[in-house]
């Protein structure tokens, strides 16, 4: 089964922080994404990788920035944390090479800036 | 522009019935994947079913299946026989298969399982 895990289920940080989500995969998949989800926006693209060092703005990339350094790791990064990005992250890979485009999604982090 | 409607925010079933969630959805490509997705609270997302684009027949897996309308851009999901734990957030979401590496979600519809 692919495992896909985010490095913190819940994360507390003051405004002005830098923070660091991680997330890793144990498939070998290519692809890798942030997400962020809240109430009533579903969920949107903040930016996917589709290869080592690869990256792609997505929907609302502003104030964040991600690391790909190696295939199973991809990290997001909250340069200063604002209240406004108090919500939950998600992360999902998954490989066109299976020819399926399923995603596969890390259990989140709920993330609050106070 | 690709978008991904589900127009109902919040839906009720009573165990052992049949409920179905709504979903349309907006593109010009003709070779795409749809999805949904299976939220359960607190718990990790996971894929219910897909429906490739190209195929006519609607997909199925177990009690949960599909009504695929190509023509008219839309792709509901019917849980037959419902029970407590499809109690979740079901998100609709789309993918072309060539051109990008993207996948359009909906908004969600949160499925209450009364007892």
């Known amino acids: 089964d692919v495992k896909v895990t985010q490095s913190s289920r819940y994360l507390v940080k003051r405004t002005g922080e830098k923070v660091f989500l991680e997330c890793v995969q144990d498939m070998d998949h290519e692809n890798m994404f942030w997400y962020r989800q809240d109430p009533g926006l579903g969920l949107r693209l903040i930016y996917f990788s589709y290869d080592v060092k690869m990256k792609e703005k997505g929907d609302i990339p502003e104030g964040y920035s991600v690391s790909r350094e190696k295939k199973e790791r991809f990290s997001l990064i909250l340069e200063s944390a604002s209240t406004n990005q108090t919500s939950m992250y998600l992360c999902?890979?998954?490989?066109?090479?299976?020819?399926?485009?399923?995603?596969?999604f890390g259990p989140g982090t709920r993330l609050t800036v106070t | 522009a690709q978008t991904v409607t589900q127009s109902q925010p919040e839906m009720s079933v009573q165990e052992a019935e049949t409920v179905t969630l709504s979903c349309t959805y907006d593109?010009?490509?003709?070779?795409?994947?749809l999805f949904w997705y299976k939220q359960p609270p607190s718990r990790q997302m996971i894929l219910v079913i897909r429906q490739e684009a190209y195929k006519q027949q609607n997909a199925t897996e177990n009690r949960f299946s599909v009504n695929f309308q190509k023509a008219a851009k839309s792709f509901s999901l019917k849980i037959s026989d419902s029970q407590l734990g499809d109690a979740a957030m079901y998100f609709c979401?789309?993918?072309?298969?060539?051109?990008?590496?993207?996948?359009?979600f909906g908004t969600g519809t949160r499925l209450k399982v009364l007892a």
């Open positions: 999902a890979s998954s490989s066109p090479g299976t020819g399926n485009y399923e995603q596969y």
């Open positions: 593109t010009s490509e003709s070779d795409y994947y």
């Open positions: 979401a789309y993918r072309i298969v060539l051109g990008t590496y993207k996948y359009i």
